[in-house]
């Protein structure tokens, strides 16, 4: 696919509830465009679970970025 994942670290308390509990790596991420996580996987991805991945992240990169409506008066 050509796309390098980045890797970023966080500090234990300040991640989301989900990702607290993450005590298997590697651990796969797939994040939309508003931050939301859509899935999670632990452990290694190959094969068929990897082709399903990568469908699922094409599909969200073809999602439309949703713009919020600014609120009246600003």
């Not at 298997?24 to 508003?34: A, F, G, K, W």
């Not at 899935?39 to 082709?51: A, R």
């Amino acid at each position: 696919m050509g796309i390098t994942y980045p890797l970023f670290l966080w500090e234990q308390n300040r991640l989301p509830k989900l990702l607290q509990v993450v005590n298997s790596y590697p651990t796969t991420l797939l994040i939309d465009r508003t931050g939301k996580i859509r899935e999670v996987v632990f452990g290694v991805l190959f094969g068929e679970q990897k082709k399903t991945f990568e469908s699922k992240l094409v599909a969200l990169l073809k999602e439309k970025p949703t713009i919020k409506a600014k609120p009246k008066g600003k």
